[in-house]
């Protein structure tokens, strides 16, 4: 019987290839088959990361979102279509595993943290043989790119998502000390409202691009009136204890 290949969930880090780590880079260049998220017609971000880094005659796989928000989050069949896609890159990951191939699946910024990766495995874990290389998350590379330390002493840091409704946004923005806001984008003005009405508005940065080219930091208060860029975190700094 033909032994499975492993299927390998990598972490490219947060944009710039110089973070990835050095299992990912080892793996990521010997590789036989690639797979990758993306949306249609779009060569995808996990893919221009490691432009130049795959090895001649590798295989491609770009797995390509049925929608994105096209639907609304809260239609039924934005998880109906989400759920048949990752059923059918399932598939395909374990044909190739079931066949004795190894493959790299890549991610921007770590693999279980808010990716679609975490999708696949959860559907691949108790049928193939799975292993996960973690990486730098790109709000590591946004609060470095302030210069200041997100977190001091006994603060409570709280990671949100702009997709949440205004008022759970308000109530976690009070509750905590530091913030990470994150998938901004078309949700900025609720974003911007809520950090208002929680008082923490003026104490707020923008990070768009962290660690890529193009790579800008600001107050929000200053980029106001403007949507910014998926790949754009909001950070609120912690003031806690120090000696």
């Not at 033909?2 to 990521?28: H, K, N």
């Not at 809520?194 to 790579?215: F, H, I, K, N, P």
């Amino acid at each position: 019987m033909t032994r499975p290949g492993t299927i390998w969930g990598i972490g490219l880090g947060p944009g710039d290839p110089d973070l990835m780590s050095v299992r990912a880079d080892r793996l990521l260049r010997a590789a036989r088959h690639v797979a990758y998220f993306r949306k249609a017609g779009r060569p995808g971000q996990a893919r221009r990361i490691v432009e130049g880094m795959l090895p001649e005659g590798v295989d491609e796989i770009a797995m390509e979102y049925p929608v994105t928000t096209e639907i609304p989050l809260t239609d039924p069949r934005y998880n109906a279509l989400l759920s048949a896609f990752y059923e059918d890159c399932t598939r395909r990951l374990r044909a190739l595993s079931d066949a004795g191939e190894e493959v790299v699946v890549i991610s921007e910024g770590d693999p279980f943290f808010y990716g679609s990766f975490m999708h696949l495995y959860t559907r691949l874990r108790d049928v193939a043989p799975v292993r996960v290389v973690p990486a730098i998350t790109g709000m590591s590379a946004a609060w470095t790119a302030t210069g200041t330390p997100i977190t001091w002493g006994d603060d409570v840091l709280c990671i949100l998502m702009g997709t949440l409704s205004e008022e759970d946004l308000v109530a976690q923005m009070r509750r905590s000390d530091a913030l990470v806001i994150m998938k901004i984008g078309r949700n900025i003005d609720k974003v911007r409202r809520a950090l208002r009405t929680a008082g923490r508005y003026d104490a707020a940065w923008l990070v768009e691009y962290a660690s890529m080219e193009g790579q800008t930091v600001q107050r929000l208060s200053a980029a106001e009136g403007r949507v910014t860029p998926y790949f754009s975190i909001i950070l609120v700094h912690g003031e806690g204890r120090r000696p």
